[in-house]
């Protein structure tokens, strides 16, 4: 029986997060940013864009910036259960990844209502607004109706689903996402909650924490590992997106050994006897997350 005065797993927040990616010379590149170091949360350490689901996501204006023909294509999540999460949590996941994406590197990914890319003109007038949409995140909605776009959310390719540990007080519950970076935008760093931003081939990210000159958060790291295996077999982007599209995702929700800082992934065989909020047993891992180190020491 579990001891009813023990302090209680911190409920983790919606999250959402963008793998962004280019084709540059035959080469696959995924965008990561460094966070300031005096950030409480992943200080200094390098991490896809992306953050919380907040409510201005899920708001009737939010919504609207989707258009009608794309929502019935939008991933109907699950929760750790097996439960679909309501619609409007989808579409605002959706929502949050493309806010956040803007926010942190001023790559938009919207279109006009015919389907074209944003223009240069409205891009740079949507990137004077870029520091207030950040303290004022429902002005990201507003901004996009007033130059007259949608968010092209069949851009985004749900890729992995991740839960902070249930020992760790801040926790989310993290969707990540794959998106091609749009024509003719570059991607520049918002100096608010990160300090730089660097283009690199996963292989070349993972090389760069394993000789220490990177610090990576651990579901950063996983994602670069699965992001590099799928480069290898499909090689192109193109192929990347086309066989990605339909991927079966499964939640992962790491366990912690404290006594080393060891994090227990959910294929490993000992996963399930360890304390702490899990994953159901019945859950089968795709190969391509088997394949990945069923354990590793945590970083820091």
Avoid at 59 to 84: Q, T
Avoid at 226 to 246: C, G, P, T
Wanted: charged residues 20%; glycine residues 4%; proline residues 7%.
């Amino acid at each position: 029986m579990s001891n009813p005065t023990s302090p209680q797993p911190a409920v983790p927040r919606h999250a959402a997060s963008v793998l962004l990616l280019r084709e540059q010379q035959g080469a696959i590149e995924v965008l990561l940013t460094r966070r300031h170091e005096n950030l409480a949360f992943m200080g200094g350490m390098w991490v896809f864009p992306g953050g919380t689901l907040c409510a201005a996501d899920t708001s009737a204006a939010s919504l609207a910036s989707i258009p009608e023909i794309a929502r019935a294509g939008c991933h109907r999540l699950l929760d750790l259960e097996g439960n679909a999460l309501p619609t409007a949590t989808c579409l605002g996941l959706a929502v949050a990844a493309a806010r956040e994406t803007f926010e942190e590197t001023g790559v938009l990914l919207a279109t006009t209502a015919e389907g074209h890319h944003c223009e240069s003109e409205r891009l740079a007038r949507l990137h004077d607004r870029q520091r207030a949409i950040v303290s004022q995140p429902e002005l990201f909605a507003t901004s996009l109706q007033e130059e007259h776009l949608q968010l092209d959310v069949r851009r985004l390719i749900y890729w992995a689903h991740w839960i902070t540990p249930s020992v760790v007080p801040k926790r989310f519950d993290t969707r990540f996402y794959l998106a091609a970076l749009p024509p003719g935008q570059i991607a520049t760093i918002d100096s608010i909650e990160a300090t730089e931003l660097c283009w690199k081939t996963p292989a070349a990210f993972i090389a760069a924490t394993h000789d220490g000159t990177m610090t990576l958060s651990r579901p950063t790291l996983y994602n670069l590992m699965e992001l590099d295996a799928s480069v290898r077999q499909h090689v192109s982007l193109n192929a990347i997106l086309a066989a990605e599209s339909q991927r079966d995702v499964a939640p992962v929700l790491p366990k912690i050994r404290k006594v080393e800082r060891m994090i227990v992934m959910p294929w490993d065989s000992e996963y399930h006897a360890l304390t702490g909020a899990g994953v159901s047993p019945d859950i089968t891992y795709p190969q391509c997350l088997r394949s990945l180190p069923s354990r590793t020491l945590a970083e820091r």
